[in-house]
RNA sequence: GGCGCAUUCGUCUAGCGGCCUAGGACGCAUCCCUCUCAAGGAUGAGACCACGGGUUCGAAUCCCGUAUGCGCUACCA
């Protein structure tokens, strides 16, 4: 057995999470839980701008829902508590300070720049980094103004000048940087919050995370940490950097909320079922084999290995993903629990009130049945309402063109006499006989009676007559499910509408 | 612009020097099954392994260059 890894996912709290986002946190999940290890949850909210008011509930909702638990956290502690950054500022400006004490950073009295000047420096790497080392040499005369001016200083980071620094990394080719091109990134801002690159690097230390498992954005910053943990004297954990996930062929970038839905939420309200959200993001930049596709929960535990994570950045698909949930649907749920994720879609729909979808009771088995009825056609639990709406409806108050009824039969006459026989027929059709396939068998029965050239042409005005539509589901199905008194009366209504 | 990473069917991928005349999946097409729609089964089209140079008896697999894509370039993460 590998050592036991302890990961984390670490958002900041600026809203949803975002899906590219959350495969990380899944990856990070997977890693420790192959290990038998922990993962944790720290949000890093050093931000005070940025912050966003729910966020925090957002993120625990969309790591929930899909089933990705947390052994530390907020709200639950643990033993490296808090988990808020911002509840451990002292810590970061006592490893800042140490720094400075060092002579390994050093307080820069530099005014915050515009957006417009951070924007002219991005071009040009010169002024950039004479920005950042403005005070690194500067003299005491200098600094005694600064003060005297009531400047707050940062703490910048002092970049050695010389040499290369290589990140670690284990499913990227590992970068190597020129020192010299590296800025002296601010460690400690002015309001004593730290920044990213001070506060996850202490937190990860003090909290014994074994792996550091980040988007590949942070690529190249990454020199930096390698080059702040050797200030510190600390090891470094094993970086790992995923790849981003892309826009959807055709288009360019990264996945964005112009282009696809990018929060876990919304793939909830489309109809997704969380467990095949969570087989397509993770396959998505990581295989097993040269064949799998279907990977429960516990499979994936099982069979995680970071090192498999491809390192170029895929576009998302949402036809694979379509596929999968649909597969998830037909295949991997029990008619039952299809039901019971319907619920909240029907209730939204009408068909059912919301104190059935909470607690259906002995309702569930006929609504069990009713979605049975469409589980193997659907690919959204959207769908369902629409597919299956007539099972909430009397006969009467279907409404179609008569002439739907008629298929290849001849006439209207025609369909209007085989409704007649297949009511007469279901009236007496005995108990026990009263399912799907004695139904079926039954009424295949009839057509050859009737002499009729194909079944076609008998389940044709029986279906359609059933449901009011061109397309349904199985036509002995839904009489088994309408139960007898309803199934005849739709025969009968649709015999009449073909008579008048 | 600079720096970095990446590059196998339209898309997700298998492949880690000979098993590859490149395998699987989604999507697409055709056929079978069939009371419709699906589901299922079968078959097929689709990749000169980005391009150009090397290394090697032998390269999708190793090296170099080019192109392209992506990312970063804040007192944001």
């Keep these: 057995m590998t050592q036991k890894a302890r990961t984390r996912y670490a958002p900041s709290p600026t809203g949803k999470p975002h899906i590219g986002n959350i495969r990380t946190a899944i990856f990070s999940y997977l890693e420790a839980k192959h290990t038998d290890g922990e993962f944790l949850l720290r949000i890093e909210d050093t931000d005070r701008k940025r912050y966003v008011e729910g966020s925090l509930e957002a993120i625990e909702d969309s790591l929930r829902w899909l089933g990705i638990d947390w052994d530390e956290g907020p709200g639950i502690g643990g033993p490296y508590a808090p988990y808020m950054q911002s509840e451990r500022l002292d810590l970061y400006r006592q490893y800042a300070e140490q720094l400075v004490a060092e002579g390994k950073a050093y307080y820069s009295y530099d005014r915050e720049r ?36 009531g400047v707050k200083p940062v703490i910048r980071f002092k970049v050695p000048l010389e040499g290369t620094t290589t990140v670690p990394d284990i499913i990227v ?82 996945l964005s909320k112009r282009e696809s839905a990018v929060f876990v939420g919304q793939y909830r309200e489309l109809g997704y079922l969380p467990e095949a ?107 369902v309402p629409g597919e299956i709406d007539f099972m909430f409806k009397s006969a009467a108050e279907l409404d179609y063109p008569a002439q739907d009824l008629v298929g290849k039969n001849e006439s209207k006459e025609a369909a209007a006499k085989i409704l007649e026989e297949c009511a007469a027929y279901l009236e007496k059709l005995p108990d026990e006989q009263f399912n799907t396939a004695g139904i ?61």
Aim: proline content about 6%.
């Design 277 to 383: 959200l969570l087989n397509y993001l993770v396959l998505l930049g990581w295989s097993y084999d040269d064949k799998t596709e279907i990977f429960s929960k516990q499979d994936l535990i099982e069979k995680f290995d970071l090192r498999r994570i491809q390192p170029t950045p895929a576009k998302f698909s949402l036809e694979k993903l379509e596929w999968t949930n649909g597969y998830y649907i037909n295949h991997v749920l029990t008619r039952e629990d299809f039901a019971r994720r319907c619920l909240p879609f029907l209730a939204e729909a009408s068909l059912i009130t919301s104190e059935e979808a909470e607690n259906p009771g002995e309702r569930l088995n006929y609504l069990t049945q009713v979605c049975g009825l469409i589980k193997d056609k659907v690919k959204l639990l959207s769908e």
């Design 173 to 254: 080719k590992p970068p190597t940087v020129q020192n010299s091109t590296l800025s002296d990134v601010v460690l400690l801002k002015s309001d004593d919050f730290p920044t990213y690159h001070l506060a996850h690097l202490v937190d990860d230390h003090l909290m014994n995370i074994t792996h550091v498992i980040r988007g590949q954005e942070w690529l190249p910053s990454a020199p930096l940490h390698v080059l702040i943990h050797q200030a510190l004297g600390w090891e470094m954990p094993i970086y790992v950097h995923p790849p981003v996930i892309l826009n959807p062929p055709g288009q360019k970038g990264k």
């Design 440 to 500: 079926a068998e039954g009424l295949s029965q009839l057509s050859n009676d009737l002499n009729l050239k194909n079944r076609g042409l008998l389940f044709w005005p029986v279906r359609v007559g059933l449901c009011g539509r061109k397309n349904s589901p199985d036509a002995a199905a839904m009489i088994e499910t309408y139960g007898r008194k309803a199934a005849v009366e739709h025969m009968r209504v649709a015999q009449q509408k073909l008579l008048a």
């Design 114 to 149: 515009t957006e417009e000047e951070r924007k002219a420096a991005e071009r040009n790497p010169e002024v950039s980094l004479a920005f950042s080392r403005r005070w690194r040499d500067a003299n005491e005369e200098e600094r005694q103004t600064a003060i005297a001016d």
